[in-house]
């Protein structure tokens, strides 16, 4: 019964710490910023993509332990413009 009370414990514990780590990195952006510095704050993206004077990061982060979401940065000529999770800012997907 101790046991699984630790592992309980321990799980929640994981869990907390994983989704604070996510929003404190988003809570680092700023708009302005150039891809150099969102790297510097977030680290590699998970991937990239581009058109013409716009490109996407994509991260990806876990929310509630077992999920995770998917946030992208948007950069327009070189800065940032707008970031969020799907659906934040006109994003097709």
């Known amino acids: 019964m101790i046991i699984k009370r ?5 799980l929640a514990i994981v869990l907390l710490f994983g989704c604070a780590a996510s929003s404190k990195k988003m809570n680092r952006l700023q708009l ?4 150099a510095d969102v790297i510097k704050a977030m680290g590699s993206p998970k991937s990239s993509s581009a058109s013409k004077n716009i490109e996407y990061l ?3 982060f876990r929310t509630d332990g077992l999920f995770t ?3 992208y940065i948007r950069l327009r000529e070189g800065k940032v413009d707008a970031f969020g999770s799907v659906g934040d ?5």
């Open 58 to 60: 994509k991260y990806r």
């Open 32 to 35: 302005g910023m150039t891809k």
């Open 69 to 71: 979401a998917d946030y």
């Open 6 to 10: 630790l592992i309980f414990i321990l």
């Open 89 to 93: 800012f006109g994003l097709g997907y």
